[in-house]
């Protein structure tokens, strides 16, 4: 990698308020848009290496991904360690993260 990773612009989605067992840490998860599910991802103790690693995620996947961009999988950063359980016990959450990602893909798939 050259030259340092603006991790200032990068999304960091929140837990519900009140959640319990943060870590401390930066995860990139991957959203499946088509599918509306999610995927298991990778820990970092940085914004700036989730952020390196959620564009390198990104990349890869435009590569592999023949779909238009809004329909891309979508790699996010997220400080809940437990997202993945989480969505399963909390509809609502999945609801209002869903609905975020989704707006965050149409946006992907307007600027290109």
């Known amino acids: 990698m050259t030259g340092k990773v603006k991790a200032s612009k ?3 989605h929140a837990p519900p308020e009140g959640a319990s067992g943060l870590d401390g840490h ?3 998860y991957v959203f ?3 599918h ?3 995927l298991p991802g990778k820990s970092f103790d940085t914004i700036e290496r989730a952020a390196s690693f959620q564009r390198r995620e ?3 996947i435009y590569t592999e991904q023949e779909a238009e961009p809004e329909l891309f999988d979508l790699p996010f950063v997220s400080s809940d360690p437990d997202l993945l359980a989480r969505i399963e ?3 609502a959450h999945k609801t209002r993260l869903v609905k975020d ?3 965050e893909a149409r946006a992907r798939g ?3």
Do not use: A
């Open 58 to 60: 990104q990349e890869r």
């Open 36 to 38: 509306k599910t999610f």
């Open 10 to 12: 990068v999304r960091v």
């Open 26 to 28: 930066f995860h990139v």
């Open 101 to 103: 990602l989704d707006s």
């Open 89 to 91: 016990r909390d509809p």
């Open 110 to 112: 307007r600027s290109r």
């Open 32 to 34: 499946d848009v088509f």
